[in-house]
């Protein structure tokens, strides 16, 4: 590509891209377990303790395969691809930003709702089905800026498929804005909603996606 190309239109590899989002990944998905923490017992008592704090093992099973499967994704995603521009890096930039977010709303969660906050349940588990929310929708801009410019490709893929992928992420969008919406009437049940989504997301080999094809590797 030309020193005076327009801004955001040079290819670079993605080694450094990918490197760098591996870490980021890594980092979120291993914070989740530090707020997994011994609750306060009486002597004789710690199993009893340790079975009333179930919303902080399901909001961590939820976190760490709902990341897992980010990270499937983002690999699959990049598989695909030779060459990125700047655009597509900000939007990986805004996916890692959800990402790195994760720990805090599943400690919100497992703190709240394992406490019988109920009011609080509620705001705690909206807050992590918004950030759920937040990591679905760069993948639609995503796939269609490779639309516009399909050159970044590996032979064998095209505009036709971009624009058809691009549009596949919105059923994740939507299924994740209705689980945020149940966490207003119904934390708890919004909260096994999530761990059930992201589980399907992780076994899934075909069909819809929340964001992107997990079952194709390259």
């Not at 395969?65 to 655009?87: A, E, K, P, S």
């Not at 009437?185 to 996606?209: D, K, M, R």
Request: charged letters at 15%; aromatic letters at 12%.
């Amino acid at each position: 590509m030309a020193e005076n190309a327009p801004p955001g239109t040079a290819l670079s590899g993605t080694a450094r891209v990918e490197a760098f989002s591996d870490g980021v990944m890594a980092i979120a998905i291993t914070l989740l377990i530090l707020e997994i923490r011994v609750p306060p017992h009486e002597d004789g008592h710690l199993l009893e303790a340790l079975e009333q704090i179930w919303p902080s093992y399901v909001a961590y099973l939820a976190s760490f395969v709902l990341i897992g499967v980010i990270w499937m994704n983002h690999h699959t995603f990049f598989g695909r691809l030779r060459r990125i521009d700047n655009v597509l890096r900000w939007w990986n930039l805004v996916l890692l930003l959800g990402v790195s977010i994760v720990p805090f709303p599943t400690a919100v969660v497992a703190d709240n709702v394992a406490h019988g906050m109920r009011r609080d349940s509620a705001t705690a588990v909206t807050l992590y089905g918004i950030v759920g929310v937040l990591m679905t929708i760069p993948w639609a801009p995503m796939w269609w800026r490779l639309a516009k410019r399909p050159e970044m490709f590996r032979p064998g893929f095209d505009a036709a498929f971009a624009r058809h992928e691009g549009w596949r992420a919105w059923p994740g969008i939507v299924i994740y804005a209705v689980c945020t919406a149940i966490g207003f009437v119904q934390p708890v049940v919004a909260l096994v909603l999530f761990l059930l989504v992201a589980i399907f997301y992780g076994v899934s080999n075909q069909g819809w996606t929340a964001m992107g094809d997990v079952g194709v590797d390259e």
